[in-house]
């Protein structure tokens, strides 16, 4: 709609995708899958707009990190939270805690996990 107005001069987006992307993804061509192609063409963007791809991979290794990390919290609350738990529900039975030993006392003590 803008190559109609007076002052239109025009634009040159077409150069810039031949430019950018076909460098990599024609000029060298390899097999791409539908993934790898994006990935690769949204870093080549990222690069010709002034981004550099250590500080983009460092905050990304930084955010896995943290991520595993409260994962590894979440596992450990949720462990601790089982373990008592179990241990109450299971605590008040007073067979567990008679010393005969007989088919349902070690059925009893195998679902508790001794």
């Not at 007989?102 to 059925?107: E, I, L, V």
Request: proline residues 2%; charged residues 30%.
């Amino acid at each position: 709609m803008n190559q109609y107005e007076k002052n239109y001069i025009g634009c040159s987006a077409e150069g810039h995708v031949s430019h950018i992307l076909s460098a990599r993804l024609s000029s060298r061509p390899l097999g791409w899958s539908r993934t790898g192609l994006d990935q690769m063409a949204r870093l080549r963007v990222f690069v010709a707009n002034g981004g550099e791809v250590y500080q983009l991979f460092m905050k990304k290794k930084k955010e896995e990190a943290n991520e595993a990390r409260e994962i590894k919290i979440d596992r450990e609350i949720i462990r601790r939270r089982k373990l008592s738990a179990s241990t109450e529900k299971l605590g008040n039975l007073p067979m567990l805690n008679i010393g005969q030993r007989s088919t349902a006392t070690r059925f009893l003590l195998s679902v508790r996990g001794f």
